[in-house]
Each structure stands twice: as structure tokens, then as C-alpha cells.
């Protein structure tokens, strides 16, 4: 098979292995490819980064945990359908298991997988000498091929010149110099990195690490790295071949998410789901209860001990927990799960169903382990051998509770039972896929756990939504609340440029003037190749209906929905009678120019569409025009739209005009600003109704300041990263079952079905209804694209309440 692939390795732990894999995943993946991430060795943490760098699960590469045999093919299989694998390394290029010459080492990997590798060296505290390192690293061993390098955390333009000269001699190329920049490195944790669904900024820091590598590292010699590693010839592996379904009813499998529990192997839910299960997150610091019909709990691993106050807080789970637990149903525990299960964390009271107490050392635990299943329970017979691994800075008091889960070196180490098996011990199953068929067949041979009926009751009664007065006059920011987190509002959460905030301030100050809007047209029309005459700024898209509603005595006015509903307002309010044509969901609300009746004057049309995030083909929107006939376009989100590839804003054409919001993108929904950009009759109307002084100074500048090159390339840079931002909730939801509309936009209309609105809202999300916009009913709803911690949040809490129904 056919998989262009990289390896990012370095001579040491602390060259920035994670920083500069992380940066090419994303930068590769703003450019339009499909990456697979991938990790070698046993850890969670830095897989994560690689998720949010891609947004697809990270995945781990580990010749110890699942047989060297298996390397390639899980390879594969992590990058089915990916256009390119990136790989990181672990630890030093060699450095691997302790006397086992090399085993497991990144290198080893390499080997396994014919992956040319990128050398990522940190060049702060040496210059020509960095040249004999890689010429050492280089020659080491035969069969790993260094096919190029990366310098990390240079100096001065002279340092690093020396640096490139050295490295040069040994006639490997220099694919990039990366400048010192702590503003990208991942904090601290006590056991390494910071998950990157614990980090709020992450999001941030990745995108100033993708514009840092796009930049600095040259890409496409990246990819000619990539693309010459040979073939390979081994199969992907395949989940469904390793274990067989475990019956016609797919039993629930309860797998703890959420911040405290962020580790488990991508592969072992995967082998559940081929055995028949279905699997559901719940996020033990925030869900009352397991999910409805739960007859199998997975505990992975994470942070119990720094997230132990939410934990704790959370009674009417632990609650739930325990009685499940000591109900018997079938239940793993790993590492955090163990600690989960004690009855105290650092003194914090946790669910009770193991007769032990945890607490923090000072000792790290980090090593390989070749356990043996001390006694016949949950997942096999005695004597059923396995490798693991364990990594943690805590001790449970007592070790076992006379009936250990597993030996390891001759000591019994966890808890164990018919239904359990609880320990430190991290086993990656796709290395042991027969323990994942020991915990299927349990599951389905358990009956569904009943937990809190009362509480489950009233979670699947569906509530409807609230009647409205006027629904067309109700907006996203009605549904936002303090105590809400804020999945209703469209407007970008990323901080305003530097230059964005200059400019405002610049506009307060010669606020002393009245507001004079000509530089700001000039600027406008500079930006789309227009003369300034076919532009009018506005006080924000919404004052831009209104001109269009007072500015012709309409004939017939048609509104293509669902759309934005200030167009129906505002010529309504102009005494229109307003024609609605409405899109069908069955085609994906997919634009039909034949369906507008031939004698419309007016037709309004959004793209991409709110709250579809439906992008039409701009011949499709080009086509709605004719003689006598003002198509008014509303591209309020085309800046969400990396390249604005469908918009008609530089396009001359009768009857045409665009209208443009700069609140979103922006993130100053509080400065109306906006613009009108078209036919130069249609404009005049428009103007010939504005108010004088519509648009004060402050917006102005702002509309000057979005209008220049800075503005084009930090719009192309928010674009791309809203738009991986969205391919994490889309795929989330899609693992959920919940339908969704293609979208192009900075949200995702989806179609849960009703009184999920209510529910959701009553566990901490304001969505926003989409009952409001003709066309839908309270069976969909509309979720603003947000950071991945939140989507994860928002996710792990959805698959509770959608399983309540």
C-alpha cells in the first residue's frame, strides 16, 4: 500500500519532538491534506495535540505493547484514508527499552515501518557541533535514513547560518530553522505534557505554531521526504478480524471521557465496536448518571488526582458508579480508573467500590511490563500472559485486595473478580485483542445496569421549546446565558488582532469628528477590485436588510430559507408581503435557482447559509440573476471560507449586490460593521435610504483595517482553523449518530432529534434552536463551532443525554 509518511525523531527527550510533529500535522493539514497522527511508544498525552492538529484520533505505534509484527498494519489502519502519516518519535532516536538493544526505540519503529525520518535538533546551547550529532546519529545503525532536519530554538540569523553550514556538510538537507518561541511549548504536568483537552488555549497556541512552521519549515520538502518511502506491503489491520460479535443487540460499554479521563488507545473502543458493542462516553465530573442501558464500563486512564474535587463533587454519579460496580457489572479499570474506583483520592471521596485509598508520591512509575493474569476473571483465565505499561506519580494503599488482577515479576498487583479487573496497568488490546473479546462476551451476557430510573425518567421526557411571540426576531444571543457554556452565539472566540485592536482605538480617538465614511469605501472597494461607488458601509449586515427593504417598492420579495431571518424582518416591517422558498433537507438544503418563481424583484439568498452552513456553487447563485431582478447575497460567514472560494463579492454583474458582516470573523460583534458591495444602481438605492452617520468612526477604521493584507492573511489563517475545528464536531456528532449538514461555516446545523435543546441546555449548552427559521422544526439545532476541550466536553455529555432517549 501506498502511504507517504515522516518520522519526527531527535537525538534526545526536550528537542521538541511534539512542538514540531504537532506544527507539521496542522500546517500540512491547513494546506488541504488529510494527515494521520501517530506516536511511537505508550504515551496518551502527546496524541492528543496530534488530534487536534488533524482531527482525527492520534493513534500509537509501540512494537512492545502490540508485537512488532503489528507495526505496519496498525499504521495503515490509523491512516485509512489519510493522504499522509506523520509520526512521532520518543525520547532519543535509539533510546528504547532499557537492555533490550534498541527495542521499541524510534528508531526501531522506523525500521519496522521503512519511514524516512526528520531529525529535530535544538540548536540553543551548541552551533557547528550540531553538525557532528547528525552525522553521528546518521551512521549509527544501518537501515534508518535521516532524510532531513529541522532546527529547533535557534538564535541570531548568524547562529543558525553557522548551524546550517555544519549540518549541510554531512550532505543531509536542512529543512527548516525554528526560531525560540515558548509561546508554542506545551506546559508541564506531572507526568509530562498537558493533555490538550486540558489546555483552554490550545487551540490558540496550535495556530500560532502552524503559521510559525508554515513559514519557517519548507513544506513541500517535507512532503518529497514523505513520499519517498517505499510502499507497504502488509495489510491494515482490521478490528472486526481479530474478534467476533458478541450477539444481535449491541450492549452499552459506559467509556469514561472528559477532562479527568482523556487516555485510552483509539484501536480498543474500535474492537468493542467490531465485537458488537456500542460505545458511549460519559464525563464522570459532569453526568448524573451512566448512560441508560450501560452493561459495560471501560475506566481509562487521565487525572483523577488533579481533577479530584470535580470528581468528588459529582455524588450522584460516584453513586451510580459503585452500584453498578458492586451490581456486577463488567468493569476495567486502568491506572486512573483504578484510582477512580478507591475510596479516597488525595482524601477526596471517589466511588467506594475497591477497599483502598490513593494519594501522590513523589516516585515516578514508568516502565514496560510483562504481566500474567493472577486468577480466572473478567477478561481471561489464569495464566493469560499480556504486555503493558504503567506511568504514574500515585500508590494505592493496600496494592490488591487479596485477589490481585495480575503478577508481575512474581507480585500480585490490582483487583480482580468475575466482573473486574482493575490495576496500574496500561495493555494497548489491539496487541491482546482476546482480552477485548473476554470483555465484549461479558458485557453481553449482562443485563442492562438500571441505575437512577427517576433521573433517567425525567432526562428522556422530551421538553418542547418555549413558544415565541415572534420567532423570526429571535437570535443565537437569546439562548446565551453566563451560566451557559455558549454554543448558540456564531462569533469567533479568538483574541482581535493586535492591529484590529490598534485600529479601533485609533477610530475612538478621532471619534471628535462625525464618522466620514469615504476611506473606508476607497478601502473596501480596493479589496474586491471594485470602484468605490459600488460600495456602501453599513452599520453591520443587519442595517444592510433594512436599505434593501426600504429601497424599491418590492413587487414579490423572496427569501430562499432556512436563512438568516432580519431579511423577513425588515421588509415585512417595509410592508412587504415576503415569498419564502424553502430548501429541501433531503438534498442537503441545496440551492434551486428554478424553484424562485420567474416574477421575483428581489431575492435574498445566504452563503454560506445561516444556520445550514450550506456553501453553494457561485454558478448556482450567478444563476438566480435577471433583468430586473436585485439578488442580494448574504456572505456574512464567506470569511469563514478559507480562500472565500464561492464568493460573488468582486464579481459585476446587474442586480447583483453581496452583503458582507465583519463582526464574526472578527470577533467585535458589539462594532456594527459591515458593507454592500454590487451593482452600482442597486447601491445608490441603498445609500439614497441610510441614515446619516449610520456607521460611527470606530466600526469605520475597523472596515479599513479588515480591508488590508494583514487582514487577508489572519482571515485565511482563523478560516483554516475553524474549519479543523468543525471536522471535530462533525466527526464527533457522526460517532454519535446524530445527522448533520455539510457546513461550511463557523457552525453545524444537526438534527438530533426533539427536546434535545432543553436537555442539553439543562446539563450547561446553550444551542441555538433552529424552530425559529422557516423550513426546520424543533428536531434540529444549531452548534457554533468552538475549540476541541469544549466540542470534546459538549460531546462526551451529548452521548448521555442522547442515550436517555
Request: aromatic share 4%; glycine share 8%; charged share 20%.
Amino acid at each position: 500500500m501506498t502511504l507517504p509518511r515522516v518520522l519526527v525523531a531527535a537525538p534526545a527527550s526536550g528537542h521538541g519532538k511534539t512542538t514540531i510533529a504537532t506544527g507539521l500535522m496542522a500546517a500540512l493539514a491547513a494546506r488541504g491534506h488529510v494527515v494521520s497522527g501517530h506516536k511511537v511508544g505508550p504515551d496518551y498525552i502527546d496524541p492528543g495535540y496530534h488530534a487536534l492538529a488533524t482531527g482525527r484520533p492520534g493513534r500509537n505505534l509501540d512494537p512492545h505493547l502490540t508485537d512488532p509484527s503489528l507495526v505496519p498494519p496498525l499504521l495503515l489502519h490509523g491512516a485509512r484514508g489519510a493522504d499522509l502519516a506523520v509520526v512521532e518519535g520518543v525520547m532519543g532516536l535509539f533510546d528504547g527499552q532499557i537492555g533490550g538493544d534498541g527495542f521499541a526505540s524510534t528508531a526501531h519503529v522506523a525500521t519496522l515501518t521503512r519511514t524516512p525520518v526528520v531529525l529535530v535538533v535544538d540548536v540553543s546551547h551548541a552551533s557547528r557541533t550540531i553538525g557532528a550529532v547528525v552525522h553521528g546519529l546518521a551512521t549509527f545503525e544501518p537501515g534508518v535514513t535521516i532524510a532531513g532536519v529541522v532546527l529547533n530554538k535557534a538564535g541570531s540569523p548568524r547562529h543558525a547560518t553557522e548551524v546550517v553550514r555544519a549540518v549541510e556538510r554531512t550532505g543531509i538537507p536542512v529543512l527548516g530553522v525554528v526560531q525560540r518561541d515558548q509561546g508554542v511549548s506545551a506546559p508541564s504536568r506531572h507526568l509530562g505534557l498537558v493533555p490538550a483537552e486540558e489546555r483552554d488555549e490550545a487551540a490558540a497556541s496550535l495556530a500560532r505554531l502552524t503559521e510559525q512552521l508554515a513559514t519557517s519549515v519548507d513544506l513541500d520538502a517535507v512532503l518529497e521526504v514523505a513520499r519517498s518511502a517505499p510502499d507497504l506491503t502488509e495489510p491494515a489491520w482490521d478490528p472486526a478480524a481479530h474478534v467476533g460479535r458478541v450477539g444481535r443487540d449491541s450492549p452499552v460499554v459506559a467509556v469514561a471521557a472528559g477532562r479527568a479521563f482523556t487516555f485510552r488507545y483509539a484501536e480498543t473502543t474500535e474492537l468493542l465496536e467490531a465485537a458488537g458493542c456500542s460505545v458511549v462516553p460519559f464525563d464522570p465530573a459532569r453526568d448524573p448518571v451512566l448512560p441508560a442501558g450501560t452493561r459495560g464500563i471501560y475506566l481509562g486512564g487521565g487525572f483523577p488526582e488533579v481533577h479530584a474535587a470535580a470528581l468528588s463533587a459529582n455524588a450522584s454519579l460516584r453513586a451510580d458508579l459503585r452500584a453498578a460496580v458492586l451490581d456486577g457489572v463488567p468493569t476495567v479499570a486502568e491506572c486512573a480508573g483504578l484510582l477512580y474506583l478507591c475510596r479516597s483520592v488525595d482524601g477526596h471521596p471517589m466511588v467506594g467500590a475497591l477497599d483502598a485509598d490513593a494519594a501522590m508520591t513523589p516516585r515516578l512509575t514508568l516502565s514496560y511490563r510483562r504481566p500474567t493474569l493472577a486468577g480466572d476473571q473478567l477478561l481471561g483465565p489464569a495464566g493469560t500472559t499480556a504486555t503493558a505499561h504503567e506511568f504514574h506519580r500515585t500508590a494505592v494503599t493496600p496494592t490488591h485486595g487479596g485477589r490481585p488482577a495480575w503478577t508481575v515479576d512474581g507480585d500480585g498487583v490490582g483487583f480482580a473478580g468475575p466482573t473486574l479487573s482493575a490495576s496500574y496497568l496500561h495493555v494497548h488490546w489491539a496487541g491482546h485483542p482476546h482480552l477485548a473479546q473476554a470483555f465484549a462476551d461479558a458485557t453481553a451476557a449482562t443485563r442492562p445496569h438500571d441505575g437512577s430510573p427517576l433521573v433517567r425518567e425525567a432526562a428522556a421526557r422530551p421538553e418542547p421549546a418555549p413558544a415565541l411571540a415572534d420567532p423570526l426576531r429571535h437570535h443565537g444571543d437569546a439562548e446565551a446565558d453566563a451560566d451557559l457554556v455558549d454554543l448558540a452565539v456564531n462569533v469567533s472566540r479568538l483574541p482581535r488582532p493586535e492591529w484590529l485592536e490598534r485600529a479601533l482605538a485609533e477610530g475612538l480617538a478621532a471619534s471628535t469628528d462625525y464618522p466620514d465614511p469615504t476611506a473606508a469605501r476607497a478601502a473596501v472597494a480596493r479589496r474586491h477590485g471594485r470602484a468605490a461607488e459600488d460600495v456602501l458601509v453599513t452599520s453591520g449586515a443587519a442595517e444592510a436588510f433594512t436599505l434593501i427593504a426600504r429601497a424599491r417598492r418590492w413587487r414579490r420579495p423572496v427569501v430562499i430559507h432556512p436563512q438568516f431571518t432580519e431579511p423577513d424582518v425588515a421588509l415585512r416591517a417595509a410592508g412587504h408581503e415576503v415569498t419564502h422558498v424553502l430548501c429541501s433537507p433531503e438534498q442537503d438544503f441545496a440551492l434551486r435557482p428554478s424553484a424562485v418563481p420567474e416574477d421575483a424583484d428581489l431575492v435574498v439568498v445566504g452563503n454560506p447559509t445561516n444556520p445550514t452552513g450550506r456553501l453553494h456553487p457561485a454558478a448556482d447563485v450567478r444563476a438566480l440573476c435577471r433583468p430586473g431582478r436585485v439578488v442580494a447575497v448574504d456572505e456574512a460567514f464567506m470569511d469563514f471560507v478559507p480562500g472565500e472560494t464561492q464568493s460573488l463579492a468582486d464579481r459585476r454583474l446587474p442586480g447583483l449586490v453581496v452583503v458582507r458582516s465583519l463582526t464574526k470573523l472578527w470577533s467585535m460583534p458589539g462594532v456594527r460593521a459591515g458593507y454592500v458591495v454590487g451593482d452600482p444602481a442597486a447601491v445608490a438605492d441603498l445609500r439614497a435610504q441610510q441614515a446619516p452617520w449610520s456607521v460611527g468612526t470606530p466600526a469605520l477604521h475597523a472596515v479599513m483595517a479588515t480591508a488590508g493584507p494583514d487582514a487577508t492573511r489572519e482571515a485565511y489563517r482563523r478560516a483554516r482553523q475553524a474549519e479543523q475545528h468543525r471536522r471535530v464536531l462533525v466527526d464527533g456528532l457522526a460517532e454519535l449518530g446524530v445527522p448533520v449538514v455539510p457546513s461550511a461555516a463557523p457552525f453545524v446545523l444537526a438534527r438530533p432529534g426533539p427536546g434535545l435543546h432543553a436537555r442539553m441546555r439543562d446539563a450547561g449548552f446553550a444551542l441555538r434552536r433552529a424552530d425559529t427559521f422557516p423550513g426546520l422544526d424543533d428536531a434540529w439545532v444549531r452548534i457554533a463551532v468552538r475549540e476541541p476541550s469544549v466540542t470534546r466536553h459538549l460531546l462526551t455529555t451529548w452521548g448521555v443525554h442522547t442515550t436517555c432517549t
